[in-house]
């Protein structure tokens, strides 16, 4: 059974850093695309930063310059450094993943989640 893994998170100041990871578990055949996106409470999911097999990336307004997105050719796996940041960016992370499997059915995956809190 094909998962994704994360790892990553935690309680962290105002103005710090956090790198998350995400690593798929399983046999596949290729990654078409691997991202994040985060849910604070009361709101919806929303986008924080995906990108392709090919390296195009897209990050949300409210993340641009604070983090980078890298990985998912390398091991099937996907990172987001996140620095400056701040208490909005509470919330929990949830890793994407655009997956084709052997047969060429393609499917989103989800993680689990990893709780981010940035305290002021």
């Known amino acids: 059974q094909v998962q994704l893994v994360e790892s990553g998170g935690g309680l962290v100041q105002a103005g710090g850093s956090l790198r998350l990871s995400c690593t798929v578990s399983?046999?596949?055949?290729?990654?078409?695309?691997m991202g994040w996106y985060r849910q604070a409470p009361g709101k919806e999911r929303e986008l924080v930063a995906t990108?392709?097999?090919?390296?195009?990336?897209n990050y949300a307004d409210s993340v641009k310059g604070r983090f980078t997105i890298s990985g998912v050719n390398a091991r099937n796996t996907v990172y987001v450094q996140m620095n400056s940041l701040k208490p909005e960016d509470t919330g929990v992370y949830y890793c994407?993943?655009?997956?084709?499997?052997?047969?060429?059915?393609?499917?989103?995956?989800w993680g689990q989640g990893t709780q981010v809190t940035v305290s002021s």
């Open positions: 994407y993943g655009d997956l084709t499997y052997h047969g060429g059915e393609r499917y989103d995956h």
């Open positions: 399983g046999v596949i055949f290729s990654v078409n695309a």
């Open positions: 990108t392709t097999s090919g390296g195009r990336t």
